[in-house]
């Protein structure tokens, strides 16, 4: 039997968004390994598969990524049907396209099925499009938290014209504010704070930038949640905004 293992995208928590080619890897998977934000009623779609939870958390004491690489590596080469089941989608901060790399670097197989990204599904639970004629021509994703530490290009980021989401952002506030602020983007830029997207349990708290901080404390924001900056965010769904847009 040839080696291979699923990088699968579990979405951002709400399984109806689990895409068909997800849940049939799944239901070919003899071992999957889980991470910590994935929400566990899609284990339903593998009941026979040896459950592995590999979780990895900002803050948290989390599983060293070496050892969840080894661990594919094992089973792969024993045969088994191998599945890596991520929140989100795995190439969106989501280390997929490195994993996918260091199987193939070693004789393995490896194929991606995307997930709905939280940054899409929470801003369309809200009533954002992300995109929106007249008002937002593109969209930027971002982490605020990066590898080495290093900070983003904030400048080039507020002048950029697109609605910008940032992912991992909650402990880094005042940074993000910060450098948008002096990169030119207005203070009074609408924000969205968005806290587990598409769950039953999703928050959503509006804000400015120059208030951001301040409006997140007092909300208590946790993780995980992403924020939508710019003036998408202050639009709704509904046929009154709808009738704004410029043809």
């Known amino acids: ?109 490896a194929e991606l099925v995307n997930g709905i990204t939280a940054g899409l599904a929470g801003a369309t639970q809200c009533g954002i499009s992300l995109t929106l004629r007249g008002v937002s021509r593109g969209v930027t994703l971002v982490t605020a938290h990066t590898q080495d530490d290093s900070p983003l290009n904030w400048s080039a980021l507020a002048q950029g014209g697109t609605t910008l989401v940032v992912y991992m952002g909650v402990n880094k506030l005042e940074e993000v504010r910060h450098g948008l602020l002096a990169g030119g983007l207005a203070g009074e830029t609408p924000i969205a704070m968005i806290e587990n997207a598409s769950l039953p349990q999703q928050r959503e708290q509006r804000s400015t930038l120059m208030q951001l901080c301040e409006d997140a404390a007092q909300f208590k924001l946790r993780s995980p949640a992403i924020l939508v900056i710019g003036d998408v965010a202050a639009q709704a769904a509904s046929s009154s905004a709808l009738l704004q847009i410029p043809a």
């Open 1 to 109: 039997m040839k080696a291979k293992v699923w990088l699968i995208g579990a979405g951002p928590g709400d399984p109806e968004l689990l895409t068909l080619k997800a849940v049939r890897a799944l239901s070919e998977a003899e071992v999957v390994l889980i991470d910590d934000l994935v929400n566990p009623l899609i284990l339903e779609h593998c009941p026979n598969a040896r459950v592995i939870a590999v979780g990895k958390r900002g803050g948290c004491r989390s599983t060293p990524q070496d050892f969840i690489q080894r661990l594919m590596l094992r089973y792969a080469r024993q045969g088994r049907c191998v599945a890596r089941l991520k929140g989100g989608d795995p190439c969106i901060f989501g280390r997929g396209g490195e994993e996918a790399a260091w199987l193939q670097a070693h004789g393995i197989e």
